[in-house]
Every structure is written in structure tokens, then in C-alpha cells.
């Protein structure tokens, strides 16, 4: 089993930052990706970024490239998802996950609006 608890989200206007955590607990697998996903209203939930245990895999949706930044430290359990240059359309429920092979785990979720 693996908890994950998400922390970070908020208002923000258009073209700004913000940085999103997420702290794990309970069995981490180093064969293990973390990263996040996010939810718009009236829409399905889409994969946004990740990242292996060791750091040398990642992902980024289309959208975010080049603006998001997905990072972890292991000696916290924690993965963290720098947002910068923010735009209303990355407004969503931001959901950690984490997943080994066929098993996944997801956070809460945080909110996050960008609106001027």
C-alpha cells in the first residue's frame, strides 16, 4: 500500500508559477514512476508528467513541455511538479500518482485555477 498526499495548489494568475508536492508513505519500490495527472471540468483526467524512482525516465504531455518540471527526492518520498508560465487552461484537480507495473495509487487531489 502507498499513501500520497498532495499539497501546493491555489489561485494563480496567467504567466505565473507554482510548485506542487507530494509526500509518499509506505512501500516505495525502486522499480516504482511517480508523477502527476490532472482533471478539467467536463473532462477526462490526463497524464501530465512523470518520472522513474531513479530519475533517468521521465514524461510530459504535449501541452506542458517546456513550462512544467517534474523532479523527486527519495530520501523524502516526495515528488514535486514546478509550474511556471501558467495558463487558464492548465486550471484542474491535480492528482499525484504513483505506479509499479498494473499497480497505481493516486493523492486526493489539489486545485489549482489560474484566472486573472
Known amino acids: 500500500q502507498v499513501q500520497l498526499v498532495e499539497s501546493g495548489g491555489g489561485l494563480v494568475q496567467p504567466g505565473g508559477s507554482l510548485r506542487l508536492s507530494c509526500v509518499a508513505s509506505g512501500s516505495i519500490s525502486t522499480s516504482s514512476s511517480m508523477g502527476w495527472y490532472r482533471q478539467a471540468p467536463g473532462k477526462e483526467r490526463e497524464l501530465v508528467a512523470t518520472l522513474s524512482y531513479y530519475g533517468n525516465r521521465d514524461y510530459y504531455a504535449d501541452s506542458v513541455k517546456g513550462r512544467f518540471t517534474v523532479s523527486r527526492d527519495n530520501d523524502k518520498n516526495t515528488v514535486y511538479l514546478q509550474m511556471n508560465s501558467l495558463k487558464p487552461e492548465d486550471t484542474a484537480v491535480y492528482y499525484c500518482?504513483?505506479?509499479?507495473?498494473?499497480?497505481?495509487?493516486w493523492g486526493q487531489g489539489t486545485q489549482v485555477t489560474v484566472s486573472s
Open positions: 500518482w504513483y505506479g509499479r507495473y498494473s499497480v497505481q495509487y
